[in-house]
């Protein structure tokens, strides 16, 4: 299948820091890129669904302006982490689909983030 | 918003057993998927079924959906320990553009 990478894999940073974690579709070019949050042994939260070329779209509850995401191209987006903090301590999980939502999701080995 | 409630959410067998779960929704969906998630990792799609389909095969894999009762099931026969994850069940509904997981079962294989 195809395959979708995330960087780094993890990180620790300080409270009050940003932190940018990248998505890239390395085989495929990803029309629609999803950015996913898990918390230990829950479910996976959609965060926001990100177009190439266009602003994200943000689930209810989830601060825009707290986590930035750019899809400047195809087979990229990112995710920034602005003045993290603790809570904000998470496993993130982007997915890509070349084909709407209603096909198969090809999903990144994810990156967890630890806030001190 | 999460949507499918997985049953059980542990489930612990021995090899070669089956292993059976579950999972519910509630609004109307165009397609169901299972995921498989081992234990820090990412997801690795397991199998779709679209809300036309009743039931699904893959290998070791069996899906049902009956979109009557808003429920899936997900069978892995003749299980391995290397099957031990945790599953999650996601659905698109026919309006929406994303993926709404479960809380999933976590599956333990036993040698």
């Known amino acids: 299948g195809a395959v979708v990478s995330q960087h780094p894999s993890w990180v620790i940073c300080k409270s009050g820091t940003s932190v940018k974690i990248e998505c890239r579709s390395l085989d495929f070019q990803a029309t629609t890129m999803f950015w996913y949050r898990q918390f230990p042994k829950q479910s996976l939260m959609l965060m926001a669904t990100?177009?190439?070329?266009?602003?994200?779209?943000?689930e209810q509850g989830v601060e825009k302006d707290k986590f930035l995401i750019n899809h400047a191209s195809l087979t990229l987006s990112t995710l920034t982490v602005t003045s993290a903090h603790p809570e904000d301590s998470s496993f993130y999980i982007c997915s890509a689909t070349t084909s709407g939502n209603t096909g198969e999701l090809f999903f990144g080995e994810g990156s967890r983030l630890t806030v001190l | 918003s999460q949507q499918g409630e997985e049953d059980p959410q542990a489930l612990s067998i021995q090899e070669g057993e089956n292993a059976t779960m579950n999972c519910s929704y509630k609004t109307s969906i165009n397609n169901l998927q299972w995921y498989r998630q081992n234990s820090g990792r990412g997801l690795v799609h397991l199998i779709l079924?679209?809300?036309?389909?009743r039931e699904k095969h893959s290998g070791r894999l069996r899906v049902t959906l009956d979109t009557s009762k808003k429920s899936s099931s997900l069978l892995i026969t003749a299980s391995r320990a290397a099957d031990t994850a945790s599953y999650f069940c996601?659905?698109?509904?026919?309006?929406?553009?994303?993926?709404?997981f479960g809380k999933g079962t976590s599956l333990l294989v036993t040698p």
């Open positions: 079924i679209r809300s036309n389909e």
């Open positions: 996601a659905t698109v509904g026919n309006s929406g553009y994303a993926l709404n």
């Open positions: 990100s177009n190439e070329g266009s602003k994200a779209t943000y």
